[in-house]
């Protein structure tokens, strides 16, 4: 809900990625509406040495990729599982596995086969199953490279 004008958000975006930058930590965006102005600002601005996620991905493989190149992760939420959402899908399953993540964004957005209830952390399984699904891989494989780049990207690793 846009309860600040376009000018201020985009100022306060900017605000927020020089703040990852100077305090050398990664940055989270939700973008609702506006992938197109989110990736122009991002390139603008650029990524710090610490990178980015997009939260909760809801758009197609060719905006992720670009997204990917600006130094960002792409983080797939329960949507992922939607039976409609096939430009998710189809990130989830081509994007480079070293560049993904996976999250609840409880307590919505809830997957199949829980989808219309309050999402839980414990659901991440069927995102992770999905994703498994799509590139023909093991769960356990999904889960151990996505653990991997989350401990790598918010620098859990030293």
Known sequence: WMEDSKEVQ????????????????????HTRDAIEDTYEIIKEVGVGPCGGIMHSYSGSLEMAQKFVELGMMISFSGVVTFKKALDVQEAAQYLPLDKILVETD??????????????RTGYIRYVVDKIAELRGLTSEEIARVTYDNAMRIFGLNE
């Open 10 to 29: 985009i100022e306060v975006f900017k605000r927020q990625i020089a703040l990852s930058k100077e305090y050398n930590l990664p940055f989270v965006v």
């Open 106 to 119: 409880a307590p919505y957005l809830a997957p199949v086969p829980k989808r219309g209830r309050e999402n």
